[in-house]
Structures are given as structure tokens and as C-alpha cells.
């Protein structure tokens, strides 16, 4: 057990830092930034803003670093109490005005990147929308999460942070070395030789910190995902008696965690120190040489203050160059993560010549396969026909290939090989929206979203009136039991339903889809798990909803199938049996076994 523990403990901590890796060697693509720019085409007018804060700023500080420079340089010369006053109040005033530079440049900056990152996030949104259920089905949601969070962000931090700050590190370099070079030109030289070793030395050791901390981001995501999944499955946690083992797999999880963070001490520890150390190095050598000119006569001191005070922001210019190279590769990374969902083409979608179509209900499956992995299919020559307003029941064991019916019906999918037919024209022909507008689905899990009673009703209708949300529960003959709650149909409903009991949940669902008044309506397990008073009640309501609808039932439960005008009996994705609740008990078959078998697990039940 413990040498399994440690497998799986190496295992995390190869895979973060191979994800780690590939995230930080992301190098600078131009076709990348050309498409982050487009999205900062809409926001040209703040763009320019920032562009002119940010060359003005690159001016500035060298203007501020030359005025401390002329400043301490007057003092070796005969200068009096009023120049020294007049320099220090142009500081003052001359260093105002560079704040309020700055002050408007990080305000704009901030609202210029927020803009880019809505404009991305609503496409990624709207991109994520257009995908079939397949997509969702074979993607883990935590890389969704991680492209609107992590990636995005790492977006944001390129556009408003890396390209102005280089641009203003930039400036002040140039700026800088233009006064070096004509204070004096053999210093500058200096400067210029050991300039190359210092960017390369601090953009190594900041990438190897950037990767460090990469590794910390990934395992603190781990150990959120733990978090979010245990409380949510509390309940089985405690069922099982599981919480000794989850909490010593979230302790390893945890142990990994402080590795990471230990590295990132100790690569920080070393790498901070030394830069700091080597900055300090090349200021002592410029004091040597620079010192050294000036008891020669090869320069005045004053030359010498300048030239210092430029040289700190030229050497700063290029550490900060470096930081925000590396920020750049991270960016890079969450930029391409982006743009391959962005750019990702739906596994199927509707043809050109695709039209939206008013349903009658007919439905009709000829010779219908289907496979959601290939080679594997789970519906295997399907036929039937439901015609408009009848009722078609989908009975069988858990796997036999029911919710898949449902699935091609709601064009979720699309079958493998056979033909689909609505109305007589083939699904393929008819727009995605025009089929989900005209069907209404109760699912096997009441799905409510965070708001009010009132909104998850309006879901599939969002111009409907308060009275006829009302209406649609008073035909349920259910309005009471939703006017019970705390505030009625004005009780907010937490995340997955919480403070609604799972009656309410459904009758909540039952009235969202009388509420549309479809033309197909789906029901999957939709009274599996409503008690026995509740289930009456609600048969009553679908007796009413059902009728003038083509209806698909899929129920475990056979008490919700007597009346259904075809039952349909599955089994490994194939029909095999088919008629009407006494047909099939008289022929004595599987469906009968099944009755019989639900009769006597109900037995004692008023309503089985």
C-alpha cells in the first residue's frame, strides 16, 4: 500500500511538472499576438491612452533620475541655499505630475485589459455553447474552467501588464543610455558589455522561479478540486466511511504542495540574493572605473551623479525586461490554450441548407444505429414510429440504450448510420434550434439553476408573464405546494436546488415544460424519485400535458408507462419487444417479467 501511495504521489508530481513545462516553453508566436491585438481593435481609443501614459512615463523617470543627478552634482560646485530649493521643488512638482502619469496609465491599462478579457471570455462562452453534448461528454470540466480562470488571466496579465511596462522599461532604457552616452561614452561602453550577461542571468533565473511557481499553481488546483468534489460528496463520504482515507489522500495532496512551495523558498532563497548581489557587483565596478576617470580629469563628478543615477535605471530597465519576458511565455501559453478552444469546429453541425421547421411531433426511426465510441454502438437497427400526440414508453435494464433514444430525438446527437425522421424530413435538414425550441425535456436529474422559482419556470420561455407561470402550475394542479415555500415562486433556489425539496424540484421541471407547450415532450426517470402522494398528483397533470403531444417516457418505474400507446422494450440497443402495456403482459414475455418484478418490490405501495 505505502509503495503504491509513492507511485502515485511520483506520478502527480511528473504530470504537474510536465504540464508545467509544456505551459512555460510556450515561445512567443507572432501569429498568437497579432490575434490577441484584433480583439484590442474594438478598444482602440483607450489602447491610444495607454500608448501615449506609457511613452510619456518612459520620459518621465529618466527626467526625475537626471534631476537628483544635477542636484547632488551642484553640491561639489559653488552653488547656494535657493538653487538647492529651486531643484528640489521641480522634483517635487516635476514628480506630481509623473504620478498622475502613472495613476492614469494603470487606471487605463486596467480597463483596457478587463475589455480584451470580457471580449474573450464572451466567445469562449458563446464558442462553448454551439458545441453537441459529445464535446462535454469527452472534455473535463475542470480544462474548461481552467481556460475561463487560469488562461484568461494569464491573457489579462500580457495585454495590461507585459506589453506597457516593457514599453515604459524600454523607454527608459533608451532614454538612459542616450545620457550615459553623452555624459560619458568610455562608461558606457562598460555598461553596454556587461549588459548582455545581466538580462541573460536574470531571464534564467526568473524563468527557473516562474516554473516553480507554475508547479505551485498546478498543485494548489488540485488540492481546490479535491476540496469542491469532497464537499459535494459529503454525504457518500460519510455513508461509506471514507474520511480517514479521503483525508490521507488530501494530506498527500497537501504534502505535495508544500514540496512545491519549499522549492519555490529555496530557488528564491539562492536565485533573489545573487541577482541582488551581482546588481551590486556592477554598481561597485562603475564606482571603480567611474571614480577613476574623475581623479584622471576624464570626466567631472557631476558627469558622474548623471551617469549613476542613469545607470540604476538602465540596469532596472533590464531586469524588468526580463520578468516581463517570462510573463510573456506564461501568457503565450494561456493564449494558446484559448484560441484552440476558440478555433475548435463542433464534432458535427447543421448543414447550410438546414431550415427551421414547425413540428407536428411525428416521429419515425428507420433502421437507427448509433455509437458514441466507435465500434461500440449502442443502438442497433432501430424502427419505430411515434406519431403526433402518442405516447411511446422506452422500458429496459440500465445500459439498454433508452436515454440515447432520447438523446437522437432532442438532435443531441445523430445517428451513426439509418435515418432520423421529423415530420417526415430528415433531422440532418432541420436546424438544431428550430427542434429544441419545440421540445420540452424533464430529465432524471431536476436540474435548477441559482435565481428564483419563478426564473427556473420562465427558463424555456423568457417573455412569459407571471400569470402564465402561474397558469402552467395551476394546470399541474401543483400550485400549492410551490406557494408553500418560504416566498413562493419568489424562493431563491441554491446551487443544484438546495432548499427545494426534490417533489418541489420536479414539479418545478413539470411546469417549465408546460410552460413552452412543446411539440415533443422527453421525460427521463422524470417521477423516479417522487413519493407516492406527489406521483398521483403529478399523473393527473401529465394526463393533460401529454395529451396533442408526441411523448417519450423512459421510466423504470411501469406505473408511468400503462398508457403509453407503444412500449418499447430494449435490450444492447436493440427492440426486443414492442406493443401496448396489455399486449405485452398478455404475449408473457420480458416486459411482463419486469411488471411482475416492479409489482412485487411495490407491493405494499398504494400507487403501484
Known amino acids: 500500500m505505502k509503495r503504491r501511495r509513492i507511485i502515485q504521489k511520483t506520478s502527480a508530481i511528473t504530470t ?45 523617470l529618466p527626467i526625475l533620475a537626471a534631476i537628483i543627478g544635477a542636484i547632488l552634482g551642484r553640491l561639489s560646485q559653488a552653488t547656494t541655499v535657493t538653487h538647492l530649493l529651486i531643484g528640489a521643488a521641480a522634483y517635487l512638482l516635476f514628480s506630481l505630475f509623473t504620478q498622475l502619469v502613472f495613476m492614469y496609465r494603470i487606471r487605463y491599462a486596467l480597463i483596457f485589459g478587463e475589455s480584451v478579457l470580457h471580449d474573450l471570455r464572451r466567445d469562449m462562452f458563446r464558442q462553448l455553447q454551439r458545441f453537441p453534448l459529445q464535446y462535454f461528454l469527452d472534455t473535463r470540466i475542470g480544462r474548461l474552467i481552467s481556460r475561463f480562470t487560469t488562461d484568461a488571466e ?41 549588459a548582455p550577461f545581466l538580462w541573460w542571468q536574470n531571464y534564467y533565473f526568473h524563468r527557473r522561479l516562474s516554473t516553480v511557481h507554475r508547479a505551485v499553481q498546478e498543485s494548489f488546483s488540485r488540492i481546490t478540486a479535491t476540496l469542491a468534489e469532497s464537499v459535494n460528496g459529503i454525504r457518500v463520504t460519510q455513508g461509506f466511511a471514507r474520511e480517514r482515507i479521503n483525508a490521507g489522500l488530501f494530506g498527500e495532496l497537501a504534502a505535495d504542495h508544500a514540496t512545491f512551495n519549499l522549492d519555490v523558498a529555496k530557488a528564491s532563497g539562492l536565485f533573489i540574493p545573487l541577482l541582488e548581489f551581482n546588481n551590486q557587483l ?58 484552440r478552444l476558440l478555433d475548435s469546429r463542433p464534432g458535427w453541425e447543421d448543414p447550410p441548407d438546414a431550415a427551421p421547421a414547425v413540428l407536428s411531433g411525428r416521429v419515425e426511426f428507420r433502421n437507427v444505429s448509433f455509437a458514441y465510441v466507435a ?106 405546494l410551490i406557494e408553500a415555500l418560504p416566498n413562493g415562486l419568489q424562493t431563491p433556489v441554491g446551487e443544484k436546488g438546495a432548499g427545494i425539496s426534490l417533489g418541489q424540484r420536479q414539479i418545478i421541471c413539470f411546469a417549465r415544460a408546460m410552460l413552452v407547450d412543446p411539440a415533443i415532450l422527453i421525460l427521463d426517470e422524470a417521477t423516479s424519485a ?79
Not at 169 to 194: K, N, S, T
Not at 303 to 321: K, R, T
Not at 427 to 452: D, K, M, Y
Open 16 to 60: 504537474i511538472r510536465r504540464e508545467t513545462h509544456e505551459a512555460a516553453v510556450r515561445p512567443l508566436d507572432a501569429a498568437l499576438i497579432r490575434r490577441l491585438f484584433a480583439f484590442a481593435r474594438p478598444h482602440a481609443r483607450i489602447r491610444l491612452i495607454v500608448f501615449v501614459a506609457v511613452i510619456v512615463r518612459s520620459i518621465q
Open 375 to 480: 465500434d461500440r454502438p449502442v443502438l442497433r437497427h432501430v424502427s419505430f414510429t411515434a406519431e403526433p400526440g402518442q405516447t411511446v414508453a422506452l422500458v429496459g435494464h440500465t445500459g439498454s440504450g433508452k436515454t440515447t433514444i432520447i438523446n437522437l430525438v432532442a438532435k443531441f446527437f445523430l445517428p451513426t448510420c439509418g435515418d432520423l425522421l421529423l415530420d417526415g424530413r430528415d433531422i440532418r435538414t432541420v436546424t438544431s434550434e428550430s427542434i429544441h425550441r419545440q421540445t420540452a425535456l424533464v430529465l432524471q436529474q431536476n436540474f435548477l439553476f441559482t435565481g428564483t422559482v419563478m426564473e427556473n419556470i420562465r427558463l424555456g420561455r423568457a417573455g412569459a408573464t407571471d400569470a402564465e407561470v402561474t397558469a402552467s402550475l395551476r394546470r399541474l394542479r401543483c400550485l400549492d
Open 530 to 608: 417522487i413519493d407516492t402522494v406527489t406521483e398521483r398528483r403529478i399523473q393527473d397533470a401529465l394526463a393533460i400535458l401529454l395529451r396533442g403531444r408526441t411523448s417519450f417516457v423512459v421510466a423504470h418505474r411501469l406505473s408511468t408507462v400503462r398508457n403509453a400507446d407503444h412500449v418499447l422494450v430494449l435490450e444492447r440497443g436493440a427492440i426486443i419487444e414492442r406493443g401496448t402495456h396489455d399486449t405485452l403482459l398478455a404475449r408473457n414475455g420480458v416486459y411482463a417479467n419486469l411488471y411482475r418484478q416492479f409489482v412485487r418490490t411495490n407491493s405494499q405501495s398504494p400507487g403501484s
Open 282 to 339: 556592477f554598481i561597485a565596478c562603475l564606482l571603480l572605473a567611474g571614480g577613476w576617470r574623475v581623479l584622471h580629469g576624464h570626466t567631472a563628478i557631476a558627469d558622474l551623479y548623471q551617469f549613476i543615477m542613469m545607470s540604476g535605471l538602465f540596469f532596472q530597465g533590464i531586469v524588468g525586461i526580463g520578468t516581463q519576458y517570462n510573463n510573456a511565455l506564461s501568457s503565450m501559453a494561456g493564449a494558446e490554450r484559448v484560441f
Open 154 to 194: 494569464a491573457i489579462r496579465m500580457g495585454v495590461q501588464d507585459v506589453l506597457f511596462v516593457s514599453l515604459v522599461q524600454l523607454g527608459q532604457m533608451i532614454v538612459a543610455a542616450a545620457v550615459m552616452a553623452w555624459c560619458d561614452w568610455v562608461l558606457f561602453l562598460l555598461i553596454a558589455a556587461i
